[in-house]
């Protein structure tokens, strides 16, 4: 559906994933993409928790908005970075189980400006449930020259 | 400006940080807080970027959501937990710094849906700059029986 | 897959749009609708829009609110009025054609709080593209006594 | 605090408001302006009601937007158009009185994205109350060519 601009493109959201010091940090990983889209998941562990043993919304937005971020960047101009310029997330389930999974998208590509949505699901014992959902504002900014 | 409804408010508020596992590993705290608002910071650490080096907006997210919760729950009936219905964050500036700062405070308080908003600052050599600002609604739990 | 709570609620949804007076001065009207969801529409005309020769936002906002308001309204328990409590839309084309379509829907159900989202497409020579996307949290209000 | 980037900024403001004949059509007006601001006021009609005697939530929607908008475009750069990328707005309290005010600000301005924020009050019996907020983000959009 969507056109990607970079020849790179599939390396270059690898390393949205694997460069993000906070996103190693929370444990969330790449597990597929394709142009204008990514999935990705968290194995849930104790120090993701709010205090009444839910992942934490901080967590589940953390997890939608880099996804998002990377879905965008799978289209973004070579040499140009992704930034969030707003997100707002829905809480919509107490985030229950062992692994998050997101599946994020573009909604409306552009040069400056990119709509994006992604859900977050928890799954526990095998059986998966939305919990949050996500839109975004993405933009992509040109390298700084020196 | 606000009445708290429980007496333990203060007591109460200030163990939504020290609850909240994700908070703790964060390393986000509590700094000060009134009926109907909280002051909170995080030291900033190579492990809470971006991958261009800068706080990732997860981060800003967590600390500026997890207050606004804070401020909410300053005013909660005695035994309610607080808990995020949705929330928006706006990106203003990359986040740089040694420090970042948060305001969060009650718009409008009601029975079940509390409307809160929220800053946070990053402050550089003394400086302190708005990077990110947050509406957010939240709603309290009666507890659970059983 | 959602359980109406109340056996008038086809009756009672179609007065969310014959009711407000303006829903039916801007000549907003409803389509079809389910339990959880309807659709919707509006002829534009030139008083419907911005300085460009599109429709404005507001107008885009006024059918997805009031949507996704029916949407929630059509699993309202008996006599309870349905409230937004915050939108947010997102203006991903600008809206150019004859006719405004919307699809609005409920995400999550709940006793106070209903997570809803909405599409706005605009209708020109017969196609139709995606303008506007909503999400928006709406609430069960009691019918005042006295 | 902000420095227009056109000379006709006064101006072109003002037109923002005089030739979007949706604004127009519910009686919208300007009532002051700088360089990042603006503050407008609707006279409320039976027809800018909600089923339940209040204001609809798409007026203060069109409100707040429009006068977000043309707060941004007080910065535009010379023949570029002001145009809405998403708003989010919190409705606080019923708007229940004779005048709504609102009050719009740039928080942060940018070559092609412009956060704001505004806030809408109810004037009843000359006393006024805060019932909704906005923040917004707008992008300047270059004039085509032909």
Redo the contacts between chains.
């Keep these: 559906m969507f056109e990607p601009n970079d020849p790179r493109w599939r390396e270059r959201a690898g390393?949205?994933f694997s460069?993000?010091?906070?996103?190693r940090?929370?444990g969330i990983r790449l597990v597929d993409l394709g142009p204008g889209w990514v999935e990705s998941e968290l194995l849930v562990e104790?120090?993701?928790?709010?205090?009444?043993g839910v992942v934490?919304?901080?967590?589940q937005?953390?997890?939608a908005?880099?996804s998002a971020g990377a879905a965008a960047g799978t289209l973004a101009p070579a040499g140009h970075?992704t930034?969030?310029?707003?997100?707002?997330?829905?809480?919509?389930?107490p985030a229950l189980g062992e692994r998050l999974r997101c599946r994020a998208q573009v909604?409306?590509p552009g040069r400056?400006?990119v709509?994006t949505?992604a859900w977050v699901y928890a799954v526990a014992a095998g059986e998966e449930k939305?919990v949050s959902?996500l839109?975004a504002?993405m933009?992509y900014a040109a390298p700084k020259t020196g």
Tied chains: 1, 2, 3, 4.
Excluded: C, N, Y
């Excluded at 934490?56 to 967590?59: D, P, R, T």
């Excluded at 969030?84 to 809480?91: F, P, R, T, Y």
């Design positions: 390393e949205i460069r993000a010091p906070f996103v940090e929370l104790a120090r993701h928790m709010q205090q009444d934490h919304a901080g967590v937005a953390t997890l908005d880099h970075a930034l969030s310029v707003e997100l707002k997330i829905q809480l919509l389930r909604i409306r400056t400006i709509a949505e939305l959902q839109t504002t933009t």
